[in-house]
């Protein structure tokens, strides 16, 4: 069985076509495991229809004690999956009708852990997107550094997971993190030497909308917890001196959007964090030299311009 677990939260007008391309499946062995974050539209009337259509889906709500955001309900979603394959996916976008069929063959052709195959960016209305693939390059000799670097990379949706594999390492979503929690949980499977099968298909459709979580507009925090936990374990990561200069340089550009954000609470909260963490020296001096700037454009709301 394929256990696909799905976070939601005011998706009523996305869902829908979501458990759709579930149903159309070629393949039958599945269950579909919908975890709602408490959403405020009409979600429950939308799933409650599909659960009177399909036993294979599977609704619970999040329990509250839980924090917010899609990777508690990741790994709250797994505690009840009755699979021996994981496909992780997003409210919003679209399974090809033959992926679990063509993800089931490639994994088990072999002693692999998990499949990659591509994400397609589409919009609904037919227009162009912003780009088309997630990544044009899934895998490289380097993944751990070039994964981090982004030469390569997959979405949420594309793997097909072996339960064992991630039971084993005990590979989970980092709960606190509202943005970046994927590229954490790619990183950790890589490091901890999981071995993925490379399918060259679109088996995922992206969709690109207005309220996407990618788009989610205070995405410092989270970004800069990741690569802190990232630099902080380097000797075992093996990174090399571009990802280390890339994790310094996305950390600080993060900071500066707290900044221009006006989050200047947010600022020195995160400026501690990277003054006392191991990025690089000039790095933390850039950093704290923008704190007079940033304090006057609060009062001010002018000097913008300094904070690029």
């Keep these: ?35 709602d974050d ?10 409650n229809t599909y659960l009177a259509k399909d036993p294979r889906f599977i609704y619970y709500k999040k329990p509250k004690h839980l924090p917010k955001g899609p990777s ?36 088990t052709s072999g002693k692999y852990d998990f499949t990659i195959s591509q994400s397609k960016f589409f919009k609904q ?82 969709r690109e909308h207005d309220n996407r979580l990618n788009d989610y507009n205070l995405k410092a925090p989270s ?9 902080s374990f380097q000797n075992d990561i093996k990174l090399n001196q571009a990802s280390i200069d890339f994790l310094n340089k996305q950390s600080y550009l993060q900071l500066n959007n707290l900044l221009k954000k006006r989050k200047f609470v947010l600022y020195l909260k995160y400026l501690f964090l990277l003054v006392k963490s191991n990025y690089n020296f000039d790095i933390k001096l850039k950093s704290m030299s923008k704190l007079p700037m940033g ?7 002018r000097g913008y311009k300094f904070l690029k």
């Excluded at 790994?75 to 993800?103: C, R, V």
């Excluded at 970004?223 to 630099?231: D, G, P, Q, Y």
Aim: charged share 20%.
């Design 223 to 231: 970004k800069i917890k990741v690569n802190n936990k990232i630099l």
């Design 38 to 47: 408490h959403s405020t539209d009409s979600t429950d009337d939308i799933i």
């Design 295 to 301: 304090l006057f454009y609060l009062i001010t709301n």
């Design 1 to 35: 069985m394929i256990s696909v677990i799905i976070p939601t939260y005011d998706r009523a007008h996305l869902i829908g076509e979501t458990l759709d391309s579930i149903i159309a499946q070629t393949y039958p062995d599945w269950e579909c495991i919908i975890i």
């Design 125 to 206: 209305d037919g227009a162009k997107p912003k780009k088309e693939y997630w990544n044009k390059n899934l895998w490289s000799d380097d993944p751990i550094n070039d994964f981090i670097i982004l030469k390569i990379g997959w979405s949420t949706n594309a793997p097909l997971w072996n339960y064992k594999s991630i039971s084993k390492i005990n590979l989970s979503f980092h709960d606190i993190l509202i943005t970046g929690d994927d590229y954490y949980y790619h990183i950790q499977a890589i490091n901890q030497g999981l071995k993925p099968i490379i399918i060259n298909q679109d088996l995922v459709k992206q």
């Design 72 to 107: 508690a309900s990741r790994n709250y979603g797994l505690t009840k999956a009755s699979g021996d394959y994981i496909n992780w996916f997003d409210s919003d976008d679209l399974m090809h009708p033959e992926k679990m069929q063509i993800d089931l063959k490639m994994i």
